[in-house]
C-alpha cells in the first residue's frame, strides 16, 4: 500500500506587501503602543487580526471610530482619496500601509481618467482593494465582474475605453472578461503591465504544479474573505482537482486526511506560516510523509513607509 504523501509547494504564504503592512503595525505598535487603530483588517486572515486584537489593536469599519488626533493605520488593501482627506481634517496621523502593486493601479487609474478614457476596474464588488480604487475616480470608474458585465458596459464600440484589475483576482478569470473587453472595444487600453500581484500569479502556478505532479486534493491556508485564496482554491478545481480552504489545522476535513494518497498543501498572500507548518503537522501525524516542492524563490521586498524606515 502506498504512503500518503503530502507536497508542500514554495512560493506560498506571505508575500511582500502583506509583510510590509505587518511591519508596520508591528513597529507601531513597539514605538507607539496601544490602543493601535487600523481602518478595516491589516490583512485578510483571521489568525493575524486576532493576533493584533489580542495585543491592543483595534480595528475598525470607518475612521469615525478613531478618536481625534490619534494615529491610524490604511490596510494593507488600499484606500480612497476620500477617506485621506477625512484623516487630514480630523488631525489624525495616518500611516499608509498600502501594497505598492495597489498603489500602482491607483495611480493608474487617475492618469487614464485625467487623459479623459472610460475607466473599467475588473474585480470583486464590495472587497476592500475595489472599493479603495474606485474611490480614485467616484463617477468615472465601471466595475465588471464578469463578462456579462462587460456586455453592458454603455460605452460606444469605438470609445477610447482602458482597464485596470484588482491585483488579487485569478489570471484565468481575469483573461475570460480582458478577451470580451478586446472583441468588444478594438481601441482597448492595456495596464503597461499586468496589475495582478507577482505573488498571486507564482502562487496560481505552483498550484499548476502540483496539479501536474498529480495531487489529487489540494489543502489551501487562508480565510474566507482573502480573494487571493479563494483564487487558489478556483484554479485547483478548475483544473479538476477538489480543494479545500482552511483558516487552521481544526477545519480539515477528516476526509482529507485518510483520502488521497498524494495532497498539496499551499497557503494564500496572508496566511502566516506558522499556520502552514500545523496543518502539515496534522498530515504527518495521520501517517504521511511531506515533501517541499520548490517552483522558485521570491525575493521581492517593499520598504516600509519613510516616517516609519528608520
Given at each position: 500500500?502506498?504512503?500518503?504523501?503530502?507536497?508542500?509547494?514554495?512560493?506560498?504564504?506571505?508575500?511582500?506587501?502583506?509583510?510590509?503592512?505587518?511591519?508596520?503595525?508591528?513597529?507601531?505598535l513597539a514605538t507607539e503602543g496601544t490602543p493601535?487603530?487600523?481602518?478595516?483588517?491589516?490583512?485578510?486572515?483571521?489568525?493575524?487580526?486576532?493576533?493584533?486584537?489580542?495585543?491592543?489593536?483595534?480595528?475598525?469599519?470607518?475612521?469615525?471610530?478613531?478618536?481625534?488626533?490619534?494615529?491610524?493605520?490604511?490596510?494593507?488593501?488600499?484606500?480612497?482619496?476620500?477617506?485621506?482627506?477625512?484623516?487630514?481634517?480630523?488631525?489624525?496621523?495616518?500611516?499608509?500601509?498600502?501594497?505598492?502593486?495597489?498603489?500602482?493601479?491607483?495611480?493608474?487609474?487617475?492618469?487614464?481618467?485625467?487623459?479623459?478614457?472610460?475607466?473599467?476596474?475588473?474585480?470583486?464588488?464590495?472587497?476592500?482593494?475595489?472599493?479603495?480604487?474606485?474611490?480614485?475616480?467616484?463617477?468615472?470608474?465601471?466595475l465588471v465582474t464578469s463578462v456579462d458585465d462587460?456586455?453592458?458596459?454603455?460605452?460606444?464600440?469605438?470609445?477610447?475605453?482602458?482597464?485596470?484589475?484588482?491585483?488579487?483576482?485569478?489570471?484565468?478569470?481575469?483573461?475570460?472578461?480582458?478577451?470580451?473587453?478586446?472583441?468588444?472595444?478594438?481601441?482597448?487600453?492595456?495596464?503597461?503591465?499586468?496589475?495582478?500581484?507577482?505573488?498571486t500569479q507564482n502562487r496560481q502556478d505552483a498550484?499548476?504544479?502540483?496539479?501536474?505532479?498529480?495531487?489529487?486534493?489540494?489543502?489551501?491556508?487562508?480565510?474566507?474573505?482573502?480573494?487571493?485564496?479563494?483564487?487558489?482554491?478556483?484554479?485547483?478545481?478548475?483544473?479538476?482537482?477538489?480543494?479545500?480552504?482552511?483558516?487552521?489545522?481544526?477545519?480539515?476535513?477528516?476526509?482529507?486526511?485518510?483520502?488521497?494518497?498524494?495532497?498539496?498543501?499551499?497557503?494564500?498572500?496572508?496566511?502566516?506560516?506558522?499556520?502552514?507548518?500545523?496543518?502539515?503537522?496534522?498530515?504527518?501525524?495521520?501517517?504521511?510523509?511531506?515533501?517541499?516542492?520548490?517552483?522558485?524563490?521570491?525575493?521581492?521586498?517593499?520598504?516600509?513607509?519613510?516616517?516609519?524606515?528608520?
Amino acid at each position: 500500500m502506498a504512503v500518503p504523501r503530502l507536497l508542500i509547494v514554495n512560493p506560498r504564504g506571505f508575500c511582500a506587501g502583506v509583510e510590509r503592512a505587518i511591519e508596520v503595525v508591528e513597529r507601531l505598535l513597539a514605538t507607539e503602543g496601544t490602543p493601535l487603530y487600523v481602518r478595516r483588517e491589516i490583512v485578510h486572515n483571521q489568525a493575524v487580526v486576532e493576533d493584533f486584537r489580542s495585543r491592543g489593536v483595534v480595528f475598525v469599519d470607518e475612521l469615525e471610530e478613531v478618536p481625534d488626533g490619534t494615529a491610524v493605520v490604511f490596510s494593507a488593501h488600499g484606500v480612497a482619496p476620500a477617506v485621506r482627506r477625512d484623516a487630514e481634517s480630523r488631525g489624525l496621523r495616518a500611516v499608509d500601509a498600502t501594497c505598492p502593486l495597489v498603489t500602482k493601479v491607483h495611480h493608474e487609474v487617475v492618469r487614464q481618467v485625467e487623459d479623459g478614457r472610460e475607466m473599467v476596474l475588473v474585480g470583486h464588488a464590495g472587497h476592500d482593494e475595489v472599493l479603495g480604487t474606485m474611490g480614485e475616480a467616484p463617477g468615472r470608474i465601471r466595475l465588471v465582474t464578469s463578462v456579462d458585465d462587460v456586455t453592458a458596459l454603455p460605452f460606444a464600440p469605438d470609445a477610447q475605453v482602458a482597464y485596470s484589475t484588482q491585483t488579487t483576482l485569478s489570471v484565468d478569470e481575469t483573461a475570460e472578461i480582458v478577451v470580451a473587453l478586446r472583441s468588444r472595444f478594438p481601441n482597448l487600453i492595456e495596464p503597461r503591465k499586468s496589475d495582478i500581484c507577482y505573488a498571486t500569479q507564482n502562487r496560481q502556478d505552483a498550484v499548476k504544479e502540483l496539479v501536474a505532479r498529480g495531487i489529487g486534493h489540494l489543502v489551501v491556508v487562508g480565510s474566507a474573505n482573502s480573494s487571493n485564496s479563494r483564487r487558489l482554491c478556483e484554479v485547483a478545481e478548475n483544473l479538476g482537482v477538489a480543494a479545500s480552504l482552511v483558516d487552521s489545522p481544526a477545519d480539515i476535513a477528516p476526509e482529507v486526511l485518510t483520502g488521497d494518497v498524494r495532497v498539496g498543501l499551499t497557503a494564500g498572500a496572508s496566511a502566516p506560516e506558522h499556520l502552514v507548518q500545523a496543518v502539515a503537522a496534522c498530515f504527518i501525524q495521520a501517517g504521511f510523509t511531506a515533501e517541499e516542492v520548490v517552483i522558485l524563490r521570491e525575493e521581492v521586498k517593499f520598504q516600509l513607509p519613510s516616517d516609519l524606515a528608520t
